[in-house]
């Protein structure tokens, strides 16, 4: 297969996890056989610095021609410390979000096995997690007016959904939930929310064309503790935007690292796959940085365009890394690996999947590391 990938390493440590993404990718096109064509653009405070726009008109174009986005993360302190900047990475995103149609945002959460101990959770409580949130994208508060009075005193935000917005994004989860466990658990607060109603009356409607998926309910309020005492009962989560915003990075200290907790956008006509941590910019330049969440951003475009095997030999590369502790410093402190050995050795691992031992003295060296 050919793929035309667009790359916004964008800020931080982006372009440092980015380019262990585009190993693995490499790594598959070489043992299967594909071409990957990568295309580079800029994205956040690094397009603000170079053209004063967080999305300039020329990175539209380079993603609009592409088959799919390979997106790393955007923020920095002199845009995130200044409360009076006009213009901010994240505008950026938000725009691409917006522009690209990218309604439908998929994170999966999974404890691994080997990483139980790194949570701060009990391990009774998180052994054999494994759930997905699907979070409206490209509608609700974020993307409503807001308003600021004139003596600056008074703001507001509105959160508004249509009918269709919703019903578009509850057809996607409960597809997925017909793939996983045929449960789905719609997040809202329709105890206080007009919007959040909306929500409730549409994807119940919605539901009556899957019955095989069973349809539960809960506040948010509700579902971010229960999300700490009980992830196990959950295997698809529906919800808007702003909450999904902040249970989906709730749901990161289950396995252990915000730097595990990969991310898929879909539209119609388009995807965009990224890391769900943030440009993390005191670890800029210093190959300390977890590649995996960006790994397995890469292994969830290429489900997306069925390529499944190659997807889950790079889950399983991933895997093996972390049964052997080949980690950054957020998971294994001791005896930690870089950035770029973490890449390189998931690339290798990709390649040489059969029966393998591992030298890990060759690997803190640069050398081979399967013999």
Known sequence: MKLKIAVLP???IGPEVTNQAIKALNAIADAFDHEFIYKDALVGAVAID?????????????????????FGSIGDPKYDNNPD???????GLLALRKTMGLYTNIRPVKAYETLLEKS?????????VDFTIYRELTGGIYFGKK???????????LCEYSDYEIERIAHHAFKAAQKRKNKLTLVDKANVLESSRLWRRVVT????SYSDVTLEFLFVDNAAMQMILNPKQFDVILTENMFGDIISDEGSVIGGSIGLLAS???GDNSALFEPIHGSYPQAKGQNIANPIASILSAAMLLEQFNLVDEANLVRQAVEKSLELKVSTPDLNKENSFSTTRVGDFIAELILNNEDFKINLDNLNLGQSTII
């Open 10 to 12: 964008g800020d931080g």
């Open 50 to 70: 170079e053209t004063g726009n967080p999305l300039p008109p020329e990175t539209i174009a380079v993603c609009e021609a592409a088959d799919a986005i390979l």
């Open 85 to 91: 900047a006009k213009v901010r990475p994240e505008q």
């Open 120 to 128: 701060p959770l009990k391990t009774e409580f998180i052994k054999d």
């Open 147 to 157: 308003n600021l009075s004139e003596d600056g005193k008074t703001a507001s935000d």
């Open 205 to 208: 409607e919605v539901a009556k």
């Open 264 to 266: 898929a956008s879909i």
